[in-house]
């Protein structure tokens, strides 16, 4: 009953009440990325999520516009195309925030697989357990992001073949309770910040 009925409910009242709440934040950071640098407020970029369908998954824009057209995902915290903004942005897990606009449409979960481009996910796409993952709804925040945020991709692929088969309210809490304590920290936004824990 949690997986095909409470977890989306849960999931919409958070993501509702939050827009509410975070609703004043969310607009004092829209206009600090604008006075910060040029381009939009939002960055949109399409992933996979549940069944491998695509979607486009909504976040505060981080660095400069074209951003990945030019280099590609940052892993390093000493990227020069991050904003000074971007920078407090992606520490806190502010530019998140947006992605509750994605749990209310159903495309996103609070507690899921992290959504991931097509082409990482290329080279395991022949291995039956890292696909599990597509079983259930994408996350806002995963489960390997409560040991380590900067954890090598087959870690995270591991995390979330675990996460579909044990699914449950009792491990989505645990993971939420989890994910306060490691953004509080700020640590281990970047791969290049893994320490193999």
Known sequence: ??????????????????????????????????????????????????????????????????????????????DSRITKVGGFLRRTSLDELPQMLNILKGEMSIIGPRPILDWEFEPYKDNRKYCKRYDVTAGMFCTSDVIDRSAPREFQLEMDAKYADEISFRNDLKAFLGIIKVVLTGKGVYRDEYKGN
Do not use: N
């Open 1 to 78: 009953m949690y997986r095909k009925f409470f977890k989306r409910a849960i999931d919409s009242t958070l993501a509702a009440v939050g827009l509410i709440v975070f609703s004043i934040p969310m607009t004092v950071i829209s206009i600090c990325i604008k006075a910060d640098s040029k381009g939009p407020v939002f960055f949109r970029q399409v992933r996979l999520g549940k069944g491998m369908k695509p979607f486009t998954i909504y976040k505060f824009r981080t660095m400069c516009d074209h951003a990945y057209e030019i280099g590609g995902i940052a892993t390093s915290a000493s």
